[in-house]
DNA sequence: ACCTCCGATGTCAGAAGCTGACATGACTCC
DNA sequence: GGAGTCATGTCAGCTTCTGACATCGGAGGT
């Protein structure tokens, strides 16, 4: 990190990566499977936390309620490297090819969201689409978060981001003229001006 | 596409497709940024078709069933082009980087929505949220079109699509116990068993 | 104490992707 | 006919990533 920082992500090479470590590049494909990967090492501890967040769920959680449980689990974690994470996001949205990782680590993700959902009974197409719909919730939350500078928590987010989903698809075919939801986002407004 | 099936993506070297168009490896990256850009040149114009397509749209139309009419829009250039989709489409899925190349695609569809519905006066993060859940109405549909064996439209599982996410958000906190929208998918069990 | 095995690391050579600099050749416009 | 422009070729070189083999040091058995 200290490294991407001084020099920028593409003009620092592998091998002056192993170099501050200690180590040899051979060694740092060792642990690496990629020179990107080395920025997306957590990703699997956060899936790990999400699938037994969704396994435990209460049963009669719905779906979308159980992924966004899951969703603001990971709060507290993200809470604890906020510092990290904002280090770490601008130099992603820079450049191209670390985007597209993170990007397949969320679809990855919610692939594992899918199957743990599975595990609950919910049907396939519904599964996956229901853990689409928790990475559209999360990637909005997290932008956020991140650029909140009142420092609400993740989960707070996520749970903003949860009714304003619900409020734009409840359109005509689904519901019509309900009462807005509880605790609705500030800015409700959706449709043209 | 033939030098990929007969021997595979990555057993196959730019310098081979080069010289099979009866070109320079020098010239290939001329038109290509990427070896994998070959296979995505198709996205700029996919991308302009539904961003005009939501920018056309009558005023009064929710964002969700804008966004939901641009992904309708594209199932005649999808349909010409069926028997390709179906030799690229498994290429794509057994090699990472080429779904990393596909996420990114997609998540820059994303951002181009979002940014005409914006024009439409959608307030941005509504509108960010409406452009991630089309994607992921997209994806779903787009996975059953491949496998559908019965051939229908791209746009008829668009609309299965998104009847299914408004099943899905139709929880506690929006709306409750409004009567199943007209024209429901056939599997329509959410919860668990 | 000694040996053996194993895991982590180093060394080396090389393929493939990708880029910058410059040359060539054809075609257009004056 | 000359100048400029555009597509392409040529070449050298860097970086990422891989396979094969060597080395070293520690753990465990005798």
């Given at each position: ?65 159980v992924v966004a ?9 993200f809470e604890e ?113």
């Amino acid at each position: 990190m200290s490294l991407f920082q001084e020099r920028g992500y593409d003009r620092t090479t592998v091998e002056e990566i192993a170099a501050r470590a200690g180590l040899t590049e051979r060694t740092f494909f060792r642990y690496f499977s990629d020179k990107r990967e080395v920025l997306f090492s957590g990703s699997k501890g956060l899936e790990a936390l999400m699938v037994s967040t969704i396994a435990d769920a209460p049963k009669a959680m719905a779906p979308i309620d159980v992924v966004a449980a899951a969703l603001e689990a990971t709060s507290p974690g993200f809470e604890e490297r906020r510092a990290h994470a904002c280090k770490r996001q601008p130099l992603i949205m820079a450049h191209a090819e670390l985007r597209e990782r993170e990007l397949i680590k969320l679809a990855s993700l919610a692939s594992a969201m899918a199957e743990s959902l599975r595990g609950r009974g919910v049907e396939k197409t519904v599964a996956h689409l229901v853990a689409e719909a928790g990475i559209a919730i999360f990637k909005s939350a997290f932008e956020r978060w991140i650029e909140d500078t009142k420092k609400h928590e993740l989960a707070h987010h996520v749970r903003v981001a949860l009714a304003e989903l619900r409020l734009i698809t409840a359109g005509a075919s689904a519901a019509s003229s309900t009462p807005p939801p509880t605790k609705a986002p500030r800015r409700s407004r959706l449709g043209p001006r």
